[in-house]
């Protein structure tokens, strides 16, 4: 079926046609009659589907017809999780709209300069993206008219949920026009989007698609399991070796270890880069442009990657540490496996990983196949350890040091492995006892990437020692557990609190869960 049997025009079907799309995917063939036809719709669908057309071609379709109301604010409203997510959404209604006369797109997300946005917001818009945290922002200051709008979408709502942006989302929906028309789009219809949605929604009508690629049918999931740090250090420098592999994300649980590991591959002589929230919106568009070029093959990330990212030339994703989510799993695998092209997911699971691996299992329905690289078997039994669901493998020994080192707290050895000790990206980590770069963490075998427990959070107070499992606080070179304060020897301690107001100042670090059962301290996205 073609795009012009979906009544869409003929600007908008040549632009599709000049993008290379010839037939709708199945969620843009249920969802577009809907939209076009004045419902509110709340639609499932996974990443890959072509979800962003689904609700941007017929808004575009809208768009082709005048204005009746005055001024010149959006008539159309996307709210996204990300800034990622909302770039990607602009570059879609600006590629689907370009034939369209007097067309213009707006994106307003944090870490952008306020200057810059209210030079956008001054002239007249079609298409506002935004991600709720700066456009609350906005709305406060006055800056945003919404008299004409006429449409609103909440993109990946199920991620703002987790985000802590419900509030926001609601604060902004009781602002906009009561006769517009929402949609809503999920990878999940049920629990609290199905609140969400009978507060916002007007009898929508439910659309959910179980087409091969959202299934990831078309994506190869594999399971290796790991040891240790080292062993997943080996194990990704031979994945990545594999001349398949054309270009790779993969995911780390914290934003320090994309820095190390991206440092790490760059050493090595890789094109890798990192890209986490902590970075400049400026330099994550230029590595997110550089990516899409081809320039870097090997992109290190956190979860804030897994929404947003569409580039097809990603032939691979490896799972560094496994999300704390069994939702991010999906999304970070969907980065893989676009525009109907096949991919391949391998994710490392270590003995202390298990139940997250359950988690994601069940929530996906199959057990990922395991395979093994001969050569870097995992010493653990897996099966034991699944039993365990996180326990303590083989009597609670731990698996000797594939090099031979020590792993004795406080011994001055790093958990690296020695091609790499002294490369200056990282600091000196020999027996000297001297530091990381990036704190100090030479402790003998406290794990300088992630927390060690595979919960994502960066939370390193509570968390044993490589070498010490006696259940004590892990002695981190000189940090050792006399209750000093976590982060006692490193140049960042913690992050201050976002001031009043300012909805994109940095996040207290602390010890609170990066999600769970807080409210949004200030930033467009946690990763």
């Not at 979906?6 to 969620?27: E, R, V």
């Not at 078309?218 to 594999?242: M, P, T």
């Not at 980590?429 to 770069?437: I, M, Q, V």
Request: with cysteine.
């Amino acid at each position: 079926m073609p795009f012009a049997a979906l009544n869409l025009s003929q600007p908008i079907c040549k632009a599709l046609l000049d993008a290379g799309y010839q037939a709708p995917t199945p969620i843009q063939a249920a969802a577009i009659p809907e939209i076009l036809a004045g419902h509110d719709i709340m639609a499932s669908a996974q990443t890959g589907t072509g979800k962003t057309a689904a609700f941007m071609l017929p808004a575009l379709q809208k768009l082709s017809i005048p204005s009746t109301g005055q001024g010149k604010g959006p008539r159309v409203l996307v709210l996204t999780p990300t800034r990622e997510l909302a770039m990607q959404v602009t570059d879609a209604a600006q590629k689907y709209g370009r034939n369209l006369p007097r067309f213009r797109a707006v994106s307003i997300v944090g870490g952008m300069p306020y200057h810059a946005q209210n030079r956008l917001l001054a002239s007249p818009m079609e298409v506002l993206v935004a991600t709720p945290g700066r456009l609350m922002d906005q709305m406060d200051s006055g800056r945003l008219n919404f008299s004409r709008l006429e449409m609103l979408v909440l993109d990946e709502a199920d991620r703002m949920l987790d985000m802590g942006f419900i509030e926001d989302v609601e604060a902004i929906a009781a602002q906009l026009p009561k006769g517009r028309q929402t949609l809503l789009f999920s990878a999940t219809l049920e629990g609290r989007i199905a609140s969400l949605a009978k507060n916002l929604l007007n009898e929508p009508k439910q659309i959910q698609i179980s087409s091969r690629e959202a299934k990831h049918e078309n994506i190869a999931q594999r399971l290796i399991y790991a040891d240790d740090l080292d062993h997943k250090l080996k194990l990704l420098d031979h994945l990545i070796g594999d001349a398949e592999v054309k270009q790779v994300i993969v995911f780390t649980a914290t934003k320090r270890d994309a820095d190390d590991l991206a440092g790490r591959l760059i050493g090595q002589g890789q094109p890798a880069a990192a890209l986490h929230g902590d970075m400049p919106q400026r330099q994550r568009n230029r590595t997110l442009d550089q990516l899409k070029r081809g320039r870097v093959r090997v992109l290190v990330a956190t979860d804030v990657a897994a929404r947003g990212i569409d580039v097809s030339t990603i032939t691979h994703v490896i799972n560094f540490d496994l999300p704390k989510f069994a939702e991010d799993y999906v999304h970070r695998i969907g980065r893989t496996g676009r525009a109907g092209l096949s991919g391949t997911a391998i994710s490392f699971a270590g003995s202390k990983e298990m139940l997250l691996l359950k988690r994601i299992e069940r929530f996906t329905g199959h057990p990922i196949e395991a395979i093994t690289v001969p050569g870097l078997e995992a010493r653990f039994d897996p099966r034991k350890a699944r039993h365990n669901a996180g326990g303590r493998p083989n009597g609670g020994k731990r698996p000797a040091p594939r090099d031979g080192r020590s792993r004795t707290p406080g011994n001055g050895n790093s958990a690296f492995p020695r091609s790499f000790e002294s490369r200056g990206n990282f600091g000196n980590r020999n027996s000297e006892g001297r530091t990381f770069a990036n704190g100090n963490r030479a402790d003998g075998g406290g794990r300088p990437f992630g927390n060690g427990n595979g919960n994502g959070n960066g939370n390193e107070q509570n968390r044993t020692s490589h070498g010490n499992r006696s259940g004590q606080p892990a002695s981190f070179g000189n940090r050792a557990a006399t209750g000093q304060p976590p982060y006692a020897n490193r140049s960042e301690q913690r992050r201050p609190a976002a001031p009043s107001g300012n909805r994109d100042g940095n996040r207290a670090n602390g010890n609170q869960q990066p999600f769970a059962g807080r409210r949004r301290t200030g930033n467009d996205d946690w990763s």
